[in-house]
């Protein structure tokens, strides 16, 4: 049987290559969790002795058994990881097994006696704010909340030419990675190890550590490679319960979610209902913003008040309004578990807001794209928020390569229209956030360069960008350097692999770690080769002479290898703003989009043509990487356009498998063309992360282009074909 | 019940409930992990297996039905056959985390040794059924368009 996969790049093109659910161990242990099939229940008995008497099984875990913490969260830690005497969502863990055989683990699940008291079911954030709603929280209801005024925005309304208000209803979009959450815990002499994909070894060890009761340095956590997360895998999943019983049991578990697990119980992107109030003078000016966000965060706060301050942050996009009252609550339902999507937050008000700028400038006549430019903040002013910026975020400069959308026409049955987008959204953290990496340098034993990185590849390409951007920064190739991402046994803690700060991150990182690494190198050939350090240089193959036309280097890495191993550790500093008010970032990306669909006037259907994305990238670290980004970019926000919503009625969630959620397939791709904007004015930070902004800009231009082709607007995702063939009907 | 079948060219044997499914038999079983396991309902596609030849998704399939027959997962396929089609693959992106890439390579391989090959429009079409949540399928059809001409 087979450990962690081995150290290779994330290149599942190579036959053997396995993801960390696909590991095992001799010995290993199956565990299955038995799970509330009730939206909101008090547990009034659970008895597991029968389970512990059942045929193969090693051991039986409650909450009773977990000698440290009872609870995780990011700010709080509000979510048990096995609920004691009350359940807040279908799917909340209750009990869980390891025994001989997943069968046989099964099979004591249904020993267990749990006796239940349902209780009443808040199906949304709205029912949750509803007068004499149950309690779900010590707090309440509203898990966080936001508020942020500029100017008097009721002044504003008063002198507008024109106001669009409306309400926009975002959906619960699914991760939909192929690999489901899963976790092998394997104990062992040096301690506890944890193989399980996830976004921060570093903290993910923490938390267990924390669980258990245990040091820290006695648990270990293997984090990458990750078969698709998308943000879905930024929070524990399994491996809480598989450390647990690895820990009881002494014995190797693995513990796999069912895809109906992951449905229940992983996190979804935060549904949204979003209230705008927007208005602009008669030449199209804007004048008064005045905002509402509702985010439904499920039972427990998970990635919620991050999102929200995201969204809270983004409500104002990338223009000048001198009227502004933005404010936001948080909500805990019973409906599963929202938490970190990629797009987070800011995704749901740029689909509002973009398609209120797209009607403000219907309103005055004015065309959108000039309406846009006419209000685009200029690239020096302060951030949404009022606060100082690293950079300029340059929407302008993607803005300025917008074409204006041609007029719909009809083709047959078909209503084709285009619709533009302009958006910016934060890099890496807001204030206060895990914002500081570190990266460590090293040379092996085997003369090889290695890369040690704290963060996960999550399919993303962060192996192949750390090795390009370490491979310019230290002249060598990147065939000769090794990437070691994720594993707390080796790697420094690089903070999370989330908030598209990746790129930008090894870019820093490396420009911090380089100058000393390469320093120690030197020093130590011109120790070796009795010549001045300043005479020599790294280069392909090891150490060369500086203004040489030799063909070999003067030493080999293997051979400067030998003798003390050298490693160099050093952090990015963290780029933050002292300025502004709230949670804000101090380093956002402008991305613009052109979006081009048919709408089918027989059926409804919505089909998405061609996108364009233009993002402000930087220096590109691999332009294949760059367009695979955001063709992926592109499909997810089709998905949440066009095709893709996962209603949980009375809480439950409507489906329980891939057959009752439609995600595209590629009989539903398209072209998508990518004009990244790479010369920017120079700055430090590096290239910008492309990961998430390219679904907040394509997902808004599809809004755009669906009321630009039938005058439908975009109140509530995914288009329901039903309400465009109502539309279409009632339109003249 | 006691199942012998060929695995990636290799005879073996193993104890199986009757109403087990292949993909089950292979990961749990035999240490065969190329399969993932998406959705245990034929859905997405990352399980599939060769059997006989033809590609099939082998969480539909029970442990009796292979029984005395070939299966070949990704692992098993012939590299120097199918170093091609990957380098293809590679060029264009196909995959990016990957999870979805051992199905989509099976059935792939399938259509492109099947004879007559179909062309670039009925490939994307037999392609439907392999979920991939990374790429938007951009990568894939590019790779589609150079293979299947």
Known sequence: MNGPPPRTAHDPLVPGFRFLTDAAAPGMLHAAVLRSPHPHAAILRLDVAAARAMPGVAVVATAHDIPGDKRFGLRVADQPFLCADRVLTVGDPVAAVAAETPAQARAALAAIVVEWQPLPVLADAAAALLPGAPVLHPGGNVLHATAYQRGDVEAGFAIAAHI??????????????????????IPGPEGLTILAPGHWAEAERQVIAGMLALDPARVRVVASPVGGSHGGKDQLHAQPIAALLAHLSGRPVRLLWSRGESIAIGVK??????????????????????????????????????????????????????????TGR?????????????????????????????????????????????????????GQLGQTLAAPSWASLAARRLRPPPPPRQEGRWRIGTGIALVEKGEGFARGGPNQASIALC????????????????????????????????????????????????????GPMAASRGTGIVHRAIAAAAPA?????????????????????????????????????????AALA????????????????????????????????????????LTGRVVVRRVRLIPVSGEVA??????????????????????????????????????????????????????????????????????????????????????????????????????????????? | MRVAFTLDGQPVEIDAAPGERLVALLRDGLDATSPKLGCGIGRCGACA?????????????????????????????????????????????????????????????????????????????????????????????????????
Do not use: K
């Open chain 1, 164 to 185: 669009i208000e409306d309400v926009y209803e975002t959906p619960r979009q699914m991760h939909g990675f192929i690999e489901p959450e899963g976790a092998v815990a």
């Open chain 1, 269 to 326: 992107r935060h549904p949204f209902t979003i209230r705008m109030r927007s208005a602009c003078a008669a030449d199209g000016t804007l004048l008064a913003h005045a905002v509402g966000l509702l985010a439904d965060t499920g039972a427990y706060s998970q990635h919620g008040p991050e999102v929200l301050d995201t969204a809270h942050e983004n409500a104002q996009g990338p223009y000048r309004w001198p009227h502004v009252h933005v």
């Open chain 1, 330 to 382: 948080l909500v805990a339902s019973n409906a599963g578990n929202s938490g970190a999507m990629r797009g987070f937050g800011a995704l749901q008000v740029h689909t509002a807001l973009e398609q209120q700028i797209d009607r403000l400038a219907a309103a005055c006549g004015v065309a959108p794209l000039a309406f846009r430019l006419q209000n685009l903040r200029a690239d020096t002013a302060p």
């Open chain 1, 443 to 494: 040379l092996t034993p085997a003369g090889r360069i290695a890369v040690q990185l704290g963060m996960s590849d999550l399919g993303q390409g962060l192996h192949e960008a750390a090795a390009v951007l370490a491979a310019r920064r230290l002249g060598c190739a990147s065939e000769e350097l090794e990437v070691l991402l994720a594993d707390t046994a080796e790697t420094p803690d690089s």
């Open chain 1, 517 to 557: 690494f390469l320093a120690a190198l030197l020093d130590r050939a011109a120790l070796r080769l009795g010549q001045p350090a300043a005479t020599l240089r790294l280069g392909p193959g090891g150490i060369w002479a500086v203004n040489t036309h030799a063909n070999a280097p003067l030493l080999s890495l």
């Open chain 1, 562 to 601: 030998e003798g003390a191993p050298l490693r160099v550790l050093a952090s990015a500093a963290p780029i933050e703003t002292t300025t502004g008010t709230g949670a804000v970032h101090a380093l956002f990306t402008g991305c613009a989009a052109e979006a081009e669909v048919a709408v089918d006037c």
């Open chain 1, 622 to 732: 691999s332009y294949a990487g760059l367009r695979a980004q955001l063709e992926g970019c592109a499909s997810i926000a089709a998905g949440f356009v066009t095709l893709e919503g996962l209603p949980a009625p009375q809480g439950r969630m409507r489906a329980d498998n891939l057959d009752g959620y439609l995600m595209p397939t590629i009989a539903d791709a398209f072209l998508l063309d990518v004009d990244a904007v790479e010369n920017i004015p120079p700055d430090s930070l590096g290239p910008r992360g492309v990961g998430e902004i390219g679904i907040n800009a394509a997902a808004p231009a599809l809004c755009n282009a669906i009321r630009a082709a039938t005058g439908f607007v975009c109140r509530r995702l995914p288009v329901d074909p039903e309400a465009m063939l109502t539309h279409l009907g009632a339109a003249p």
């Open chain 2, 49 to 149: 297996v060769l059997l006989d030849g033809a590609p099939v998704p082998a969480c539909l399939v029970p442990a009796w039905r292979v029984a005395g027959r070939d299966v070949r997962t990704r692992d098993g396929l012939d590299e120097a056959a199918l170093a091609p089609l990957l380098q293809v693959l590679r060029e264009e992106r196909a995959f990016q985390c990957g999870a979805c890439a051992p199905g989509a390579i099976v059935t792939l391989a399938a259509l492109h040794a099947h004879e007559p090959r179909p062309d670039a429009a009925a490939a994307e079409l037999l392609m439907a059924g392999n979920l991939c949540r990374c790429s938007g399928y951009g990568g894939l059809r590019r790779a589609i368009a150079r293979l299947f001409r």
